[in-house]
């Protein structure tokens, strides 16, 4: 099931080059309905988003809005082992971005020039949330915990009802502890679209982010501009760098907890030894068969999952740069060793003791991370994604004066001569 393919060979160009196309084409009936929708709820408001939801969700709604009894009630209802795992996840989410804080500065020059930048909280941010089989409180945590430490004014959240109205009572209860302000009975492009322009319920939001299906990843792309966004999330990715000393039980457990996710998701691990990938292999066999997603994980492993040999851990390490995974972790020997060679990764995670899933859930870094090789350029969702930077001069008469002939020198090298005679203007004016 586990393809284990030579480095530089033909099946390993093959399946890198697998990698970047799994998400690379656009749908254009996807294109075209989500442009649909979104005129449709730019015009009719809340008409049109009880008109979809009643069509997507089999559900007719009287309010949108959840209502502080139904929050409560929730949290009541949700299982207490999960409310505190919730909590403490909360408060490592919390702890580790408020030191992505950002200080504000200012500086003086002389002749009176003072310059600086402040950094302000975004008014208002939405999160999306889906909702059904695919309910992660644990997204509501990392996407709302960062907001909040960077001073967001408001959030709102969104997530689909279910046919009899309700929300997922984790969800809801994920929502309070993270401190979400307003919760909508909305999904899909018809709520990225309402968060985006507004609706009579449904307030106006300055970004919007938030994992979603391909349609809600369309919208999201295509009202980029109108709104901020976090990212276009394409399917999951870990990739794992192993030597000699790791464990092969330890490598398929972590190579399926990717691959559980979507047939679309990659699980490659990257190895000096061939005895570890073949016994990688046999794990794989084993413990797929007492998982509840065994299928879903061998269509993905084998569609695009692998165990490649190359020769040496800086080899792997430079593979591992050009695939630039969401998730990579270091099973070798000495992983601190390695780290340093890794340019492009989403998020690392060190040593046989550090799967994915604690830092999916729990360690407090953000698992809300850049795929499909946009590591290259993309960064986690933190706190610099909920901030906006202002920068603030101010000039003295002295000061403007002495740099006045290099701007206006400047200003006519690029024929903007009303920005040169803004400047002019002020030379040797005196008291004025």
Not at 283 to 298: R, V, Y
Not at 364 to 388: E, I, M, W, Y
Request: glycine share 6%; with cysteine; proline share 4%.
């Amino acid at each position: 099931m586990l393809r284990i393919v030579k480095d530089r060979s033909e099946q390993a160009v093959k399946l890198f080059e697998s990698l970047r196309l799994r998400d690379e084409e656009t749908d254009a009936k996807v294109t075209a309905a989500v442009n649909e929708i979104i005129a449709d709820v730019r015009k009719g408001g809340d008409s049109s988003l009880k008109d979809y939801t009643l069509r997507f969700d089999k559900c007719e709604l009287d309010a949108f809005e959840v209502s502080q009894q139904e929050l409560d009630c929730a949290v009541e209802q949700c299982d207490s082992a999960l409310i505190t795992a919730m909590k403490n996840a909360a408060t490592n989410i919390r702890e580790f971005h408020e030191k992505q804080k950002q200080a504000e500065f200012e500086f003086e020059r002389e002749n009176g020039i003072k310059l600086g930048q402040i950094v302000r909280g975004l008014a208002r941010v939405g999160i999306y949330v889906p909702g059904g089989r695919a309910a992660y409180p644990s997204s509501v945590l990392m996407n709302a915990i960062p907001a909040k430490v960077a001073g967001v004014g408001e959030i709102i959240m969104v997530t689909p009802p279910q046919k009899d109205g309700s929300i997922n009572k984790n969800i809801l209860a994920a929502a309070k502890i993270a401190g979400v302000d307003r919760i909508f009975k909305i999904g899909g492009a018809q709520a990225v679209a309402a968060l985006a322009y507004g609706t009579e319920t449904i307030p106006k939001v300055d970004k919007i982010v938030g994992p979603g299906n391909i349609f809600v990843a369309t919208t999201k792309r295509l009202l980029f501009g109108v709104v901020d966004i976090d990212m276009i999330a394409g399917p999951s990715e870990i990739l794992v760098i192993a030597d000699e000393t790791a464990s092969p039980e330890f490598l398929a457990a972590d190579l399926m907890s990717q691959a559980e996710h979507d047939p679309l998701a990659s699980s490659i691990l990257i190895t000096t030894s061939e005895e570890i990938a073949e016994k990688c292999e046999s794990e794989l066999q084993k413990q797929m068969q007492t998982l509840s997603k065994c299928d879903i994980i061998k269509e993905s492993i084998e569609n695009y999952g692998a165990a490649v040999i190359c020769e040496t851990v800086e080899r792997a390490a430079q593979l591992a740069n050009e695939v630039a995974p969401e998730h990579l972790e270091i099973m070798t020997k000495s992983p601190m060793d390695v780290l340093p060679l890794i340019k492009n990764a989403g998020s690392v995670f060190l040593g046989k003791w550090t799967p994915e899933p604690i830092g999916d859930y729990y360690a407090g870094t953000n698992h809300v991370l850049p795929t499909g090789g946009t590591a290259r350029f993309f960064s986690p969702l933190s706190v610099d994604s909920f901030v906006k930077r202002m920068s603030f001069i101010s000039y003295s008469q002295q000061a403007i004066e002495a740099a006045a002939d290099d701007v206006i020198t400047f200003a006519n090298a690029e024929g903007l001569t009303a920005h040169a005679n803004s400047i002019e203007v002020r030379k040797n004016k005196g008291n004025i």
